[in-house]
C-alpha cells in the first residue's frame, strides 16, 4: 500500500544528493553517514523493531542474509539472490540495484560515488552491529482483533495506514480482493504470495467486512 509520490520523492532525492565531505573526527563521520542515508531513510526504517515502510527495515542488514526480514515480501529476483549482506554485496548492489537483481521491486537507480556509497554501509553497520537475526516481531495492538491473519494483515496494511483507514473501509469480501490487486497494480504494494493473501483476505473479510456480507 505504498503512494507513488514517496516513490517519486526518493527519486528526486537520490538526483539531488550531493555526496559529502567526510572530516577528521567521529562526530563528522558519524554526520557524514546520517546525510548519506537520508536518500534511504525514505523508503527504510532502520531502528531495531521497527516495521517495513516501503522497503525492509534495515537495522543489523550488514551481515544479515539476504532477503530475510520476517514478514516482509521480496521479490523473486532478490530471494534468489542468497548467500549475506556484506561490504562488498552491499556495495555492488547499491551502485545498480537493478543490474545487481534483474527483477528487483527496489526502483532505485542506485549511488554511483563509491565515497558515499561507503558512508551508507558504514552508517548501516554503526546503527546496527553485524548480524544474521532478523528484526523481531511487531506487537500491532489490541485494536488488530485476534485471529488467523492477525500478523500479516497488520504487516501488509500497517506499514503505511492506520487501523482507523483499515476500519473505515467496510467492504466485502470482494472488494477487499479488488483493492489488494489495485494497490498492487497502481501503487506499487509488494504482492502476498496466495497463501499470505488468502489469510490477508480472510481476516478483513471477518473483522472489518461489510455488516451482514
Given amino acids: 500500500m505504498v503512494p507513488r509520490r514517496a516513490v517519486a520523492v526518493a527519486v528526486w532525492l537520490v538526483g539531488l544528493s550531493p555526496a559529502s565531505t567526510v572530516a577528521a573526527g567521529a562526530q563528522d563521520d558519524a554526520s557524514a553517514g546520517e546525510q548519506a542515508f537520508a536518500q534511504c531513510s525514505v523508503c527504510h526504517s532502520l531502528e531495531a523493531g521497527a516495521p517495513a515502510v516501503i522497503g525492509p527495515n534495515l ?11 520476517v514478514g516482509f515480501e521480496y521479490s523473486e529476483a532478490l530471494r534468489a539472490v542468497g548467500g549475506h549482506w556484506d561490504r562488498d554485496t552491499l556495495d555492488r548492489f547499491l551502485a545498480a540495484p537493478l543490474e545487481f537483481a534483474p527483477g528487483t521491486r527496489m526502483g532505485f537507480r542506485g549511488i554511483a560515488d563509491p565515497a558515499e556509497r561507503a558512508r551508507v554501509i558504514a552508517y548501516l553497520e554503526a546503527r ?24 500479516e494483515t497488520g504487516r501488509q496494511c500497517n506499514a503505511c495506514h492506520s487501523l482507523a483507514i483499515v476500519k473505515q473501509q467496510k467492504l466485502t469480501r470482494e472488494r477487499w480482493d479488488q483493492l489488494l490487486t489495485w494497490m498492487v497494480s497502481e501503487q506499487g504494494m509488494p504482492e502476498p504470495d ?7 483476505l480472510e481476516y478483513l473479510a471477518t473483522h472489518f467486512g461489510r455488516p451482514g456480507h
Fill in 128 to 151: 546496527g552491529a553485524a548480524t544474521a537475526a532478523t528484526a523481531p516481531a511487531v506487537d500491532f495492538g489490541p485494536d488488530w482483533p485476534a485471529g488467523p491473519g492477525q500478523a
Fill in 194 to 200: 496466495p497463501a499470505r493473501r488468502e489469510l490477508i
Fill in 59 to 69: 537495522h543489523g542488514v550488514v551481515g544479515r542474509q539476504v532477503a530475510a526480514m
